[in-house]
Nanobody, 121 residues
Framework: HVQLVESGGGSVQAGGSLRLSCAASTYTAMTNCVSWFRQAPAKEREWVAG????????YSADSVKGRFTISQGNGKNTVYLQMNNLKAEDTAMYYC???????????????WGQGTQVTVS
């Protein structure tokens, strides 16, 4: 089991930027993929981006391509989500989650952080 702690959320005006961080307590093969999800009120949890910590391969949803970038720190236990040109529709609670593989749906992941709120006005 891995513990995940998100930070970096906040309130920002449209067009602004935020960088979210996800600190993982450990690295295991079963938690090789770290993904960012988001959930707005009354909406389904949505996958945003994922990274394989073993080799840095990244994936992102079409809705955020060109604006959001997922990356990891040198130690592989911190994953970042750089969010640029933020829009009102990006407002949501953002969660990081870990699983053996990237892809799939949110219910495939069984390691979750507590979330960090992003509000864009």
């Amino acid at each position: 089991h891995v513990q995940l702690v998100e930070s970096g959320g906040g309130s920002v005006q449209a067009g602004g930027s935020l960088r979210l961080s996800c600190a993982a307590s450990t690295y295991t093969a079963m938690t090789n993929c770290v993904s960012w999800f988001r959930q707005a009120p009354a909406k389904e949890r949505e996958w945003v981006a994922g990274i394989y910590r073993s080799d840095g391969t990244t994936y992102s949803a079409d809705s955020v391509k060109g604006r959001f970038t997922i990356s990891q720190g040198n130690g592989k236990n911190t994953v970042y989500l750089q969010m640029n040109n933020l829009k009102a529709e990006d407002t949501a609670m953002y969660y990081c989650a870990a699983h053996e593989v990237c892809g799939g749906s949110w219910y495939d992941y069984n390691n979750w952080g507590q979330g960090t709120q992003v509000t864009v006005s």
